[in-house]
Nanobody
Framework: AQLMESGGGSVQAGGSLRLSCEDSGYAFSSYCLGWFRQAPGKEREGLAAIDHDGTTKYAESVEGRFTISRENVKHTLYLQMNSLKSEDTATYYC???????????????????WGQGTQVTVSS
């Protein structure tokens, strides 16, 4: 699988952005997908994951502000980000599990395919 993110950019605090991730691999609809981010000097953080059946899980830091969704026909994963804060500034990555496992953003080890990342900058 090859993943490619898009939709990053600069936005003021309180604004919104929608990230997209296209997956060129096969069997897209069968796998758990997730969004992660990494800020300078910090560890990579799991944000949200969505299973093949649409079940979602979120990190506490983004629950209620971010929404993960998928469009299997288009092989595309989305992350709608609302009420953005300066602390949301980071490089955002999408990822796909290599084989079926518990679908959670807490289990980064289970995600074997990663995109190259897209930068999100939130100014206050």
């Amino acid at each position: 699988a090859q993943l490619m993110e898009s939709g990053g950019g600069s936005v003021q605090a309180g604004g919104s952005l929608r990230l997209s991730c296209e997956d060129s691999g096969y069997a897209f609809s069968s796998y758990c997908l997730g969004w992660f981010r990494q800020a300078p000097g910090k560890e990579r953080e799991g944000l949200a994951a969505i299973d093949h059946d649409g079940t979602t899980k979120y990190a506490e830091s983004v629950e209620g502000r971010f929404t993960i969704s998928r469009e299997n026909v288009k092989h595309t994963l989305y992350l709608q980000m609302n009420s953005l804060k300066s602390e949301d500034t980071a490089t955002y990555y999408c990822a796909r599990q290599r084989k079926p496992a518990t679908c959670s953003p807490d289990f980064q080890w289970s995600f074997g395919y990663w995109g190259q990342g897209t930068q999100v900058t939130v100014s206050s």
